[in-house]
């Protein structure tokens, strides 16, 4: 199993809540990730970071924010939950020194009503 | 544009025959290809991956790869496949970009 952790596990919240999916890993790595997975199975990248205070948008449009402030913790936020957020989001890491191998949290399933 | 494929949503095979799970890849250069399991109610699993060298790989749980560089293939097999095996795998290929680039997935099935 890999050194990286999310939490919660499971959200039930209602629509216009403020949200904050956290992701931390220990392992040192540099570049962290947030994948959205859809109900068909795909993986979504939607943020991802090649280090401290570096941030991306991914190849999938969302409206969640990404912070990363230290090098282990990669939070996710969203300001205003709606029912298209539900989903499954999962977070990952991997080294910098072109291994590339991603090594990924248990995820976080979100339902917003 | 780079892409990874898996033609097939799911696969179904008994226990205790071979499976494979087929995967196609389209980048530029030469990739990293991986392949990754995810359980239910789980995050992906690493599994193996090619980055050069020997065209055959050795994985986790008795998985292994062959790449082929000419049918742009990078097939996952196991000799003798386990109920517990059940899951969802995806291929993925790494070319210097961002991240990865997943496949859409396939579900293997195993029938005791």
């Known amino acids: 199993e890999a050194d990286i952790y999310q939490t919660p596990r499971y959200l039930v919240i209602g629509t216009g809540k403020k949200i904050t999916l956290e992701c931390s890993q220990t392992?040192?790595?540099?570049?962290m990730y947030w994948y959205q997975q859809d109900p068909g199975m795909e993986l979504h990248l939607i943020h991802y970071?090649?280090?401290?205070?570096?941030?991306e948008k991914g190849d999938l449009s969302s409206e969640s924010t990404v912070s990363r402030i230290r090098t282990e913790h990669f939070p996710l936020t969203l300001e205003s939950a709606r029912p298209s957020h539900t989903s499954q989001y999962l977070c990952?890491?991997?080294?910098?020194?072109?291994?590339?191998?991603?090594?990924f949290g248990p995820g976080t399933r979100l339902l917003v009503l | 544009a780079q892409s990874v494929a898996q033609p097939e949503d799911q696969v179904n095979v008994a226990e205790g025959n071979p499976l494979t799970v087929k995967c196609t890849y389209s980048?530029?250069?030469?990739?990293?290809l991986f392949w990754y399991v995810q359980y239910p109610n789980r995050g992906l699993q690493f599994l193996l991956k090619?980055?050069?060298?020997?065209?055959l790989v050795k994985g986790s749980y008795g998985f292994e790869a062959e790449f082929n560089k000419s049918q742009t293939s990078f097939h996952l097999k196991k000799p003798s496949a386990l109920v517990s095996d059940s899951a969802l795998y995806f291929c993925?290929?790494?070319?210097?970009?961002?991240?990865?680039?997943f496949g859409s997935g396939t579900r293997l099935q195993v029938q005791p």
């Open positions: 392992m040192g790595h540099d570049k």
């Open positions: 090619y980055i050069t060298g020997d065209n």
């Open positions: 993925a290929a790494y070319t210097g970009r961002r991240a990865l680039t």
């Open positions: 980048v530029s250069g030469n990739p990293y």
């Open positions: 970071s090649y280090g401290v205070n570096s941030t």
């Open positions: 990952a890491s991997s080294d910098s020194w072109g291994k590339e191998t991603q090594y």
